[in-house]
């Protein structure tokens, strides 16, 4: 019984770390695809600023590109449209996880 219980939460925890990798992955490809033209594919900067080392937190990031932020340039005036909560949330992460 006891080596079924550790089974079990061992399954549940392996199906948690590939859920948080498959966000991850969805972030860096919604990046790529809304993103990185102006931003570009590391976060440098290219058209638009860097975001690479931003001090804005996740949540920051993911209500920014959610709502917009009020004296902002295009897209970011308002927010982008077409992405859910959980898409910026991704986003957002890969975005603080650039280096």
Known sequence: MKRSIV??????????MSCAAFAAEDGAA?????CAACHGPDGAGKVGPAVKGTALTEAQIS???????AGKKAPHAKGISGLTADQANAVAAFVKSLK
Do not use: N, P, R
């Open 7 to 16: 089974v079990v939460l061992t399954v549940i925890a392996l199906l948690s």
């Open 63 to 69: 209500d920014e590109l959610q709502k917009g932020a």
């Open 30 to 34: 919604i990046y790529k695809s809304k």
